[in-house]
């Protein structure tokens, strides 16, 4: 009998950015203490919330009081599924609030961070959740940039004159391979989901200084090792999305490394956990309770949840609509095209959610 028979909620992990927000509403509170009015009181900006960092630590269950990485390294399988027999947690998702530009970077394939970082590389995806009237991003090179121009555009703070500049809607998605040239931009708020790997390697900063009054190191003999000139800026990806009982439905993105889905509840749905892997809820809107035959814990927005392969069925009971987002390891034809095909989808729309 598995030691986790229930969903488990992990605490959420703030990380200080010079590009970061003094507020994080309507997702999070600000971390610290606050005044008489409820605002915070020191002047530090947070820019990343991280939902499954090592760090993490878990509110209930077996594992109450453990960070996410000494409870991977303790159960291993039993809390990852056998399809991730690895001893750290598969997944890292964060939530990222910008009120400037990120810097200009490119992320390493496996195979070149573990030759030169001896670490994961790293493949992510961004969902929109917010979107200001002036947010944008950088993302791909433009038609016709050789790699000869890169560094005097990187070394120069020029890197918006060489790639695409978008302006994302809310709820958007798009698909990082490693090797592509991307950058954040102002007025965003972000969930993404990656390897377990924080590998980046800077291009351009901007020349501004960094949290310290430093400029920040810039990584671009790597960098330039690694960019793929010729990927496309893989953006507003087809909603994919469908009525169900409860609610509604969406198949957002899957790779090997992760899968998205986005769920609308707007009624008591039933759910069974995935006898082979982990998965993981970040509730987006709404408030509530999740059941199972153990009992019952509330739950709000800002919230994550793991869901460990001994879970069972498991219900999600709304008091007022909820939206949430669920990540996860998939198995690509299983998770993502059957249920497609299934629903009529053609094969060519199913391959531009779909990367293998």
């Not at 409870?71 to 399988?77: I, R």
């Not at 001893?87 to 890292?92: E, H, I, M, T």
């Not at 931009?185 to 969930?191: K, N, R, S």
Request: aromatic fraction near 10%; charge should be negative; glycine fraction near 8%.
């Amino acid at each position: 009998m598995s030691t986790f028979n229930g969903p488990v909620q992990l605490s959420n992990i703030y990380k200080p950015k010079i590009w970061g927000r003094r507020n994080l509403e309507p997702l999070f509170e600000m971390p610290g203490p606050k005044n008489a009015d409820g605002d915070p009181l020191a002047e530090e900006r947070i820019g990343e919330v991280w939902v499954t960092d090592d760090t993490s630590r878990f509110l209930n269950g077996p594992a109450a009081g453990m960070t996410l990485a000494e409870a991977s390294e303790k159960y291993g399988t039993e809390l990852h599924g056998t399809s991730w027999p690895g001893r750290r947690f598969p997944l890292l998702a964060k939530y990222i609030f910008t009120s400037d530009w990120l810097s200009v970077q490119v992320h390493p394939d496996d195979a070149y961070a573990t030759a030169h970082d001896d670490s994961l590389g790293k493949c992510e995806m961004w969902y929109f959740v917010q979107s200001d009237a002036d947010a944008a991003i950088l993302l791909g090179l433009k038609p016709g940039v050789t790699k000869e121009q890169l560094l005097p555009a990187f070394k120069g703070g020029n890197s918006r004159d060489i790639l695409h500049t978008f302006r994302p809607e809310p709820e958007e998605a798009a698909y990082l391979a490693p090797g592509i040239v991307h950058a954040l931009g102002p007025g965003l708020v972000v969930f993404e989901v990656e390897e377990n790997s924080d590998i980046t390697y800077r291009l351009d900063d901007f020349n501004r200084p960094g949290l310290d009054g430093k400029p920040r190191a810039l990584h671009l003999e790597k960098g330039l090792d690694v960019i793929r000139p010729e990927l496309p800026p893989l953006r507003d990806l087809p909603r994919l999305e469908f009525k169900e009982k409860y609610g509604s439905r969406r198949f957002v993105v899957a790779s090997r490394y992760f899968a998205l889905e986005e769920l609308t509840l707007r009624q008591t749905a039933t759910f069974q956990s995935a006898p082979d892997r982990v998965q993981v809820l970040s509730i987006l809107e709404g408030e509530g309770r999740i059941e199972n035959e153990a009992g019952w814990l509330g739950y709000n927005p800002g919230e994550t949840w793991l869901i460990p392969p001994a879970s069972g069925l498991y219900r999600i009971v709304p008091a007022i609509d909820t939206k949430f987002l669920k990540f996860y390891v998939p198995d690509i034809e299983k998770d993502f095209v059957e249920p497609l095909k299934q629903r009529r989808v053609p094969t060519d729309k199913i391959r531009q959610i779909v990367f293998e």
